[in-house]
């Protein structure tokens, strides 16, 4: 059999026991020590730097492992990634060597990158569609369908989310600063759609009118804002991809900023400004 990034003896069941490290504040970075044998997977497009006797290897679908599943196997796995709108492939890094060895990888937006054992979070996190970073092998990235219509359609992140999957290190990035709150049975939290970034499987997710016709039109918060109920534990980031991308495109056209501008009233005064 041809050798690949699994060809090593482990246990199919158990994530690699990795170590690591996060550097930088507001542009992070992560760096990963490998043992002899253990490898980390990453998003395509996220590689920095590694040492010599880390192997790198382009894999079809999550890379997670090779269960059994042969082709098709591999094919839905590809598949689940090309709905939530990531690349076919994933990148597993394999250190081939003796002693220790460094991989590193960058988040692509200012913020954090948030370290998280799935093992601890009973086994699963659900998270914004382009947060996954890197893992251990082992961790299986797969989606999440919101069951409701209206969390679909009116959710930020819409029908379809990332779900991650096993028992070991997860690595997401998220967006400016970041709060995690835990949240008891019954227990509610209201959050910008867009604001949210990761949750358990245990907390309900759903909408909530973001209050009357004037703050609908006038407060420039959007129509609902996500209503979480525990019990779980939830993960906000303060600024989201979509919200900096906005702002960016609005003074690239000239339009600058000010506090009314996702609002009726704000499309107003760019017209009295000009713009």
């Excluded at 020590?33 to 790198?56: I, R």
């Excluded at 913020?111 to 299986?140: H, M, T, Y």
Aim: net charge negative; proline share 3%; with cysteine.
């Amino acid at each position: 059999m041809t050798n690949g990034p699994w060809s090593h003896h482990r246990s199919a069941a158990v994530a690699d026991d990795i170590d690591f490290e996060i550097k930088g504040q507001e542009l992070q970075f992560l760096e990963i020590e490998l043992d002899p044998g253990e490898s980390a997977v990453a998003e395509a497009g996220a590689f920095v730097w590694k040492d010599a006797s880390v192997q790198m290897t382009t894999v079809f679908g999550d890379g997670s492992g090779d269960n059994g599943g042969g082709f098709m196997g591999k094919l839905l796995g590809a598949g689940k990634r090309l709905v939530t709108g990531e690349s076919l492939f994933t990148t597993v890094f394999t250190h081939t060597g003796s002693g220790k060895a460094r991989v590193a990888f960058a988040a692509p937006t200012p913020g954090n990158i948030l370290p998280l054992n799935l093992g601890q979070l009973g086994g699963s996190l659900i998270c914004q569609k382009d947060s996954f970073l890197a893992a251990a092998r082992g961790v299986s990235i797969g989606i999440h369908f919101q069951k409701r219509v209206m969390t679909g359609l009116f959710g930020g992140e819409g029908f379809i989310m990332q779900r991650l999957d096993g028992d070991g290190w997860v690595f997401v990035q998220m967006g400016g600063a970041l709060v995690e709150r835990e949240l008891k049975a019954g227990e509610e939290l209201h959050v910008d759609t867009g604001c949210l970034a990761a949750y358990t499987p245990g907390v309900d997710f759903d909408l909530v009118m973001a209050g009357g016709v004037r703050s609908v039109l006038f407060g420039g918060e959007g129509l609902f804002f996500a209503r979480l109920r525990g019990p779980g534990k939830v993960w906000i980031q303060s600024l989201p991809f979509s919200r900096l991308a906005g702002r960016m495109l609005q003074a690239a056209q000239g339009g600058g900023g000010n506090r009314g501008e996702g609002s009726i009233l704000g499309q107003i005064g760019n017209l009295i400004d000009g713009n």
